[in-house]
């Protein structure tokens, strides 16, 4: 099946944003096919709910160096959703964000999620990103499921893994197992 028909949007964990293209070409670029990607006099109509959405008018004209890490980010989360995928795929979509940011963006990306009917598939290192983004999540090591369990199971096996490691409780749940990746899933 080609590329175009799949419906399967697919967020990078640097957001893949093309430095050459234009905040507005970067959210557009998917929705024509062909190697062009010509600067719209108007907004499609997919493109500009997305980029209302997300609070991005005055920054369209910019490019992707002249941008903050939020702003890259729901400019490449408006990329995905303007093709109106079946599948959302997000790979460490909050990694590159500092603690503050990070909050906030994991705080509308679960409102985004309730207010849309697509299923999620969130790759993440993070258990706090897990228990605000999943309905499941899946442990990894090394390439295999390794455990199945709700968010809440998750976290009390991070806490328990993470007073294991110090000798006590703590609430840094980050590194409870380095090796260890999440795969989190959100069904619609």
Same mark, same amino acid.
């Given at each position: 099946?080609?590329?175009?028909?799949?419906?399967?949007?697919?967020?990078?964990q640097d957001?893949?944003?093309?430095?050459?293209?234009?905040?507005?070409?970067?959210?557009?670029?998917?929705?024509?096919?062909?190697?062009?990607?010509?600067?719209?006099?108007?907004?499609?109509?997919?493109?500009?709910?997305?980029?209302?959405?997300?609070?991005?008018?005055p920054?369209?004209?910019?490019?992707?160096?002249?941008?903050?890490?939020?702003?890259?980010?729901?400019?490449?989360?408006?990329?995905?959703?303007?093709?109106?995928?079946?599948?959302?795929?997000?790979?460490?979509?909050?990694?590159?964000?500092?603690?503050?940011?990070?909050?906030?963006?994991?705080?509308?990306?679960?409102?985004?999620?309730?207010?849309?009917?697509?299923?999620?598939?969130?790759?993440?290192?993070?258990?706090?990103? #897990?228990? +605000?983004?999943?309905?499941?999540?899946?442990?990894?090591? &090394?390439?295999? /499921? !390794?455990?199945? %369990? $709700?968010?809440?199971?998750?976290?009390?096996?991070?806490?328990? #893994?993470? +007073?294991?490691?110090?000798?006590?409780?703590?609430?840094? &749940?980050?590194? /409870? !197992?380095?090796? %260890? $990746?999440?795969?989190?899933?959100?069904?619609?």
């Amino acid at each position: 099946m080609p590329a175009q028909k799949r419906r399967l949007a697919y967020l990078l964990q640097d957001y893949g944003l093309f430095p050459h293209l234009t905040v507005a070409q970067n959210i557009t670029f998917g929705l024509k096919s062909g190697w062009l990607n010509p600067r719209w006099k108007t907004l499609p109509k997919a493109a500009q709910r997305w980029v209302d959405a997300f609070e991005l008018g005055p920054i369209l004209d910019n490019y992707p160096a002249e941008i903050s890490g939020g702003q890259k980010q729901r400019t490449a989360i408006a990329r995905a959703l303007a093709v109106k995928p079946e599948l959302l795929m997000l790979d460490e979509p909050l990694a590159a964000l500092d603690v503050t940011l990070r909050v906030k963006m994991r705080a509308e990306l679960a409102e985004l999620q309730q207010q849309l009917d697509i299923p999620s598939i969130i790759i993440t290192h993070d258990p706090e990103d #897990a228990l +605000a983004l999943a309905d499941e999540v899946f442990r990894i090591s &090394h390439g295999k /499921i !390794v455990g199945r %369990s $709700t968010p809440e199971e998750l976290m009390h096996w991070a806490k328990q #893994a993470s +007073a294991e490691e110090s000798g006590h409780d703590t609430k840094n &749940h980050q590194s /409870i !197992v380095p090796s %260890s $990746t999440l795969g989190a899933l959100k069904i619609a």
